[in-house]
T-cell receptor, first 114, second 109 residues
Framework: DVKVTQSSRYLVKRTGEKVFLECVQD?????MFWYRQDPGLGLRLIYFSYDVKMKEKGDIPEGYSVSREKKERFSLILESASTNQTSMYLC?????????????FGPGTRLLVL | GQQLNQSPQSMFIQEGEDVSMNCTSS?????WLWYKQDPGEGPVLLIALYKAGELTSNGRLTAQFGITRKDSFLNISASIPSDVGIYFC?????????FGTGTSLTVIP
């Protein structure tokens, strides 16, 4: 079974704090993704990574950065949290592009920024 | 990013009824995926489709990859209360995935 885990299910932070969201996958997948999910807006891609130390901006990278030092771990960083970053954050992973590529999600981290 | 058109947005059905939802796009996809998301949880993969015309079942769920590669549908037969949740479609182009806005399903016992 593919397993994608996220370090926290719920987080409460204050405006201006630096926030780290960690994601780990155990299937040796090359690709990892960070999304945020908001009511009425669906899933929006923040950043993705095709390999260790590689990162690509998604649709809404502003206010976020990422780190991929090891293949199994992809971290999302909010340098200075703001209230409009209150959201559900979903990590996902998939194997390198091939005919049977499928994406698997973690359980999500619900972040509240006060 | 690309958005897939998913319909209906929400459904209220009686237990035992069949359900049908679909996704369409102006783009051609290599893969179609269907997920279910329970409140406060991450999406869970239900069915993956890899070839145009492919019809795949998973228990009471059946999904098809449209011949044009621009659409897909998901059917749920004989719905039960635990089918409640939000169902998402996703399409893949290259290494990127694009998502529908979801169908919220409520099953009335």
């Amino acid at each position: 079974d593919v397993k994608v885990t996220q370090s926290s299910r719920y987080l409460v932070k204050r405006t201006g704090e630096k926030v780290f969201l960690e994601c780990v996958q155990d299937m040796d997948h090359e690709n990892m993704f960070w999304y945020r999910q908001d009511p009425g807006l669906g899933l929006r891609l923040i950043y993705f990574s095709y390999d260790v130390k590689m990162k690509e901006k998604g649709d809404i990278p502003e206010g976020y950065s990422v780190s991929r030092e090891k293949k199994e771990r992809f971290s999302l960083i909010l340098e200075s949290a703001s209230t409009n970053q209150t959201s559900m954050y979903l990590c996902a992973s998939s194997p390198r592009s091939g005919p049977k590529e499928t994406q698997y999600f973690g359980p999500g981290t619900r972040l509240l920024v006060l | 990013g690309q958005q897939l058109n998913q319909s209906p947005q929400s459904m209220f059905i009686q237990e035992g009824e069949d359900v049908s939802m679909n996704c369409t796009s102006s783009s051609i996809f290599n893969t179609w995926l269907w997920y279910k998301q329970d409140p406060g949880e991450g999406p869970v993969l239900l069915i993956a489709l890899y070839k145009a015309g492919e019809l795949t079942s998973n228990g009471r769920l059946t999904a098809q990859f449209g011949i044009t590669r621009k659409d897909s549908f998901l059917n749920i037969s004989a719905s039960i209360p635990s089918d409640v949740g939000i169902y998402f479609c996703a399409g893949r182009i290259g290494n990127q995935f694009y998502f529908g806005t979801g169908t919220s399903l409520t099953v009335i016992p």
